[in-house]
């Protein structure tokens, strides 16, 4: 597609219900990054991906925050029984390489609201 | 790990006016330096960026300054217009193997006809 793709773009959670969040990132781009942005708040990363591989996940702020991408396109973020404090918004965004290339194309991002 | 201090967190302008916002960092080793520019509720998008090895950098209306030895680098809009009206985030990352950006809190740019 012409860009990175995110969907949903909004979703409501139940405290303590699972979701899964999507990311189609530009076609062809190697790196694959996940961002939370919280209300007023700079994106924070979350974790890294080149290729299927994640590299990095050191942003994940406990272990029911899981991410995918199997096939070294789409990926998934996956947070389990949430929070309240896991409401922000969601952004994805990818990059043509791993090395010495980092503009990174940003999704709209899913707004996540737990209540 | 890096940590990037953005100031102000809103600006306020008249048209025509220049805007400047400014960004610290504290890993010497950083050397790419991106803006980004998100209007409400959609995504951030890269308006210009810098790398280590230049002072400064011209776009049309945006310009960006970098000053290594002291850490610091500033965005500068001239001639302001109401479409300008924003949140400007200034990122900071090293530019070698996977780049992680690490964000500025976000400036609020209100641009007034």
């Known amino acids: 597609g012409a860009g990175v793709s995110q969907s949903p773009r909004y979703k409501v959670a139940k405290r303590g219900q699972d979701v899964a969040l999507r990311c189609d990132p530009i076609?062809?781009?190697?790196?694959l990054f996940w961002y939370q942005q919280a209300l007023g708040q700079g994106p924070e990363f979350l974790t890294y991906?080149?290729?299927?591989?994640?590299?990095?996940k050191s942003g994940l702020p406990s272990d029911r925050f899981f991410a995918e991408r199997p096939e070294g396109s789409v990926s998934t973020l996956k947070i389990q029984r949430t929070q309240q404090e896991d409401s922000a918004v969601y952004l994805c965004?990818?990059?043509?390489?791993?090395?010495?290339?980092?503009?990174?194309?940003f999704g709209q991002g899913t707004r996540l609201t737990v209540v | 790990g890096e940590n990037v201090e953005q100031h102000p967190s809103t600006l306020s302008v008249q048209e025509g006016d220049s805007a400047v916002i400014k960004c610290t960092y504290s890993d010497s080793a950083s050397n790419y330096f991106p803006w980004y520019k998100q209007e409400l509720g959609k995504r951030p998008q890269l308006i210009i960026d810098?790398?280590?090895?230049?002072g400064e950098k011209k776009d049309q209306r945006i310009a960006v300054t970098l000053n290594k030895t002291a850490k610091h680098f500033s965005l500068h809009i001239t001639e302001t217009q109401p479409e300008d009206s924003a949140v400007y985030f200034c990122?900071?990352?090293?530019?070698?193997?996977?780049?992680?950006?690490?964000f500025g809190k976000g400036t609020m740019l209100l641009v007034s006809p």
């Open positions: 990122a900071a990352t090293l530019n070698s193997g996977y780049s992680t950006l690490t």
């Open positions: 991906f080149q290729n299927e591989a994640q590299l990095d």
């Open positions: 965004a990818s990059s043509l390489a791993a090395r010495g290339w980092p503009e990174a194309f």
């Open positions: 810098i790398r280590s090895n230049v």
């Open positions: 076609s062809g781009h190697v790196s």
